[in-house]
Structures are given as C-alpha cells and as structure tokens.
C-alpha cells in the first residue's frame, strides 16, 4: 500500500510540475529564421535575446489569449490544491471510503489544460504576428498537451481509490 502511495504522490507532484513548467516557460511557440536568432513566443512574451510583450495581448480581440492565460493558470492552481486536499483527506477520510473531492479537482485541473492547448492551437494564427507565423509549436506546448492526460488518468486514479488501513 505504501509504494501505491508513493507512486500516486510522486504522479501528482510530476504532473503539477509539468502544468507549472509549460505555463511559465516562454516555448509555446518556435520560430527559426534563416539565418537569425531563435525566437521563443509564449503566453506573454516573445523573446529572443530580448523580451517583448504578445502585440494586442491587452486587448478585446485577443481575449482568447486571456482565456488560455487563465485557464493554464487555474489548471496549476487546481492541480496544487488537488495535492493539498489529498493528503489532508489521506488523514481525514474514514477506512473505505473514496477521494472524490480530490478526483473532482483534479479532472478540473484537466478539463481546464485541455481548454487552454485546445484554444491555442485552434487561435494560434491570430495572435502571432506576420514573422512569427512560420514557426512550430514548442516545448512547453507539447508539456502542455503531455499534462493534459496526466492529471486525467490522476483524477480517474483519485476516483477509483479507497483508503485502507
């Protein structure tokens, strides 16, 4: 029971570190122009050896963008609090009995990464500007979509799970 445990842990905490690492890191999209420097285009920023803001991310006609933001975000914070609830359900929960609360979280935690990837690839051509358009998805984009069936099959654990002694 104890290596279940541990594997369950460490599937959790790898999954919360993949929604935190594909948020954050600025590799959703790949430019390399012949030629010149690689440029690196996420949520936020575009950079190459200098950061500058997504043009019209602010805006009205980018809310999709706002959307992916805020779902990718939510996503982390549900997977986190996924975590927390569990252990202290681990303690709290009578012999026998399901982690519901926290399979619930968690399968929100997946709907909500499969929303924002699903967003971005449906609008990544609105956003990005005429030179940046002739790139390919990147690293955090693929973390992104690998996250994706982690916190599933995590949330389906939690739902099938039972405490025991």
């Known amino acids: 029971m104890l290596i279940i445990l541990a594997f369950i842990i460490l599937f959790h905490a790898v999954s919360a570190v993949l929604l935190l690492v594909a948020t954050i890191h600025n590799a959703w999209w790949v430019v390399s122009p012949p030629g010149g420097a690689v440029i690196y285009s996420d949520l936020w920023y575009s950079c190459n050896s200098t950061c500058f803001p997504v043009e019209k991310s602010h805006t009205a006609d980018a809310a999709y963008l706002q959307a992916i933001q805020a779902t ?7 997977c986190c609090m996924a ?40 609008e990544k051509d609105s956003f990005h500007v005429a030179s940046l358009s002739n790139g390919s998805y990147g690293p955090s984009y693929i973390l992104a979509w690998v996250s994706f069936p982690m916190t599933l099959v995590s949330g389906l654990m939690y739902l ?3 405490k025991r002694k």
């Open 83 to 122: 975590f927390f609830v569990f252990i202290l359900q681990l303690f709290r929960l009578k012999q026998g009995e399901r982690f519901v609360f926290t399979a619930t979280i968690q399968l929100l935690a997946s709907l909500c990464v499969m929303i924002a990837v699903a967003i971005y690839t449906t």
């Open 72 to 78: 990718m975000i939510l996503s982390t914070i549900l």
């Open 160 to 162: 099938v799970l039972r």
